[in-house]
């Protein structure tokens, strides 16, 4: 679908494909839930007995449900509100690992898990294994299990990889942790609103999440479910609206977790955002951008010059499509798709510099094409023409 973008002096027409960094545009209902609050109610959420207080601590407890329900946590109280998936991978990482502690995690992680862990790695003298991907990304549970060891405390594992779309075994791999007593940590930022997640299922310790990609909120949003027995140390300490005789944080959870006012904004935003996802179904929505992310996988691979990376066509992935053009620079393509035919695509080294030494991208990076909600066949069959254009 095409979409017109205010540009300095005038408005461009754009094909956006980079929905994996952040989807756009956003369902009219989440700018419209944002307005509302703005306009209506946007005051402090759980500082105060007014009215207008009351009803934003009622859209982020609602929020809270919502989330809750998407990823099957029994008690909305263990979803904590961050500003992306990073500070709540950042709140996992920091507030589990203790000197001695030993983790786990895999060559296709983002640097949000990467370097929170190099930073414990380093400061605190945890030790830390990565568990290597064949040369399409894909990763086999059974080496995660041989990587554990007396002093394991956390695995940390993406659901699908930002750089091949590869489908990790998250399941398998939650029996392993659960078999040794293991907390696993799920980074579920290319997953969420597409594919079924049950942290009960999947035997998941904590699940971190950004509402800016297929849950459809604004940037800002994201937040992490913790399980009811796994502890952390707070990442920040301030006010958290109640218990504010105390010097420490208080013990209760959200508030222990969530110093300082939420976005309420953006939060309503994001209650908006799910509640689209909800009523178009997960299910369609996976059908529509698997469909998609195949026929954009298979047109690239039928171009010569064209080399795409990750899964083969005959197995499930996120809808993500990274590929190289032979005699160009990934950041060529991204620059040339975007200047000549109005076509958004991310390029270069996608925050996932082990992912690209394991698929061979170093050098060039890549050029990434991620499919959304609101992508048609025309987006494809452009994107397909014009790299035919570039490559021929
Ligand atoms: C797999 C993965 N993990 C973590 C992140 C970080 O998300 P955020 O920037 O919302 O913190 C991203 C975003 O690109 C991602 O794709």
Not at 157 to 168: A, Y
Request: proline share 5%; glycine share 12%; hydrophobic share 40%.
């Amino acid at each position: 679908m095409d979409f017109l973008l205010a540009d300095g002096g005038g408005w461009v027409v754009v094909i956006y494909l980079d929905n994996a960094a952040s989807s756009w545009p956003k369902p009219p209902e989440v700018a419209a839930k944002m307005e509302e609050c703005l306009r209506e109610y946007g005051a402090n959420p759980g500082r105060g007995s007014h009215a207008l207080s009351m009803k934003a601590s009622r859209v982020i407890f609602e929020a809270r449900r919502k989330v809750a329900g998407l990823f099957g946590v029994k008690n909305p109280d263990n979803v904590i509100f961050t500003q992306n998936a990073t500070e709540a991978l950042n709140l996992g990482i920091l507030g589990l690992l203790k000197p001695g502690d030993h983790a786990i995690t895999t060559m296709l992680e983002h640097n949000s898990v990467r370097r929170p862990l190099e930073y414990v790695r380093r400061e605190r003298g945890v030790e830390l294994t990565y568990v290597q991907a064949d040369e399409r990304g894909r990763l086999l549970a059974e080496s995660v299990r041989n990587a554990i060891r007396e002093n394991t405390k956390l695995i940390v594992v993406t659901h699908g990889s930002n750089l091949t779309g590869t489908l990790l075994p998250v399941g398998e791999i939650g029996a392993i942790a659960k078999e040794h007593g293991v907390v696993l940590m799920v980074d579920v930022c290319q997953t969420a609103g597409v594919y079924p997640i049950d942290v009960e299922a999947m035997n998941i310790g904590m699940l971190a999440f950004t509402g800016h990609k297929g849950l459809y909120g604004p940037q800002g949003t994201g937040g992490l479910y913790l399980h009811p027995e796994v502890e952390l140390e707070p990442l920040m300490h301030g006010g958290s609206g109640g218990y504010s005789e105390l010097l420490e944080m208080p013990k209760t959870r959200p508030d222990r977790y969530e110093a300082g006012t939420r976005n309420t904004v953006g939060i309503a935003g994001l209650l908006a955002g799910i509640s689209v996802v909800e009523s178009k179904g997960l299910d369609k929505i996976r059908e529509h951008e698997e469909t998609l992310a195949y026929q954009l996988h298979q047109g690239l691979e039928a171009i010569g010059g064209v080399t795409v990376y990750g899964p083969p066509l005959s197995e499930p992935r996120v809808p993500i499509v990274s590929f190289t053009v032979e005699g160009y620079e990934s950041h060529e393509v991204g620059f040339i798709l975007d200047r000549n035919y109005g076509i958004c695509v991310r390029s270069g080294l996608h925050c996932a510099p082990v992912a690209h030494e394991t698929i061979g991208t170093v050098e060039q990076g890549v050029v990434r094409a991620s499919v959304g909600l609101f992508n048609t066949e025309e987006d494809v069959k452009a994107l397909l023409d014009a790299v035919a254009e570039i490559a021929g």
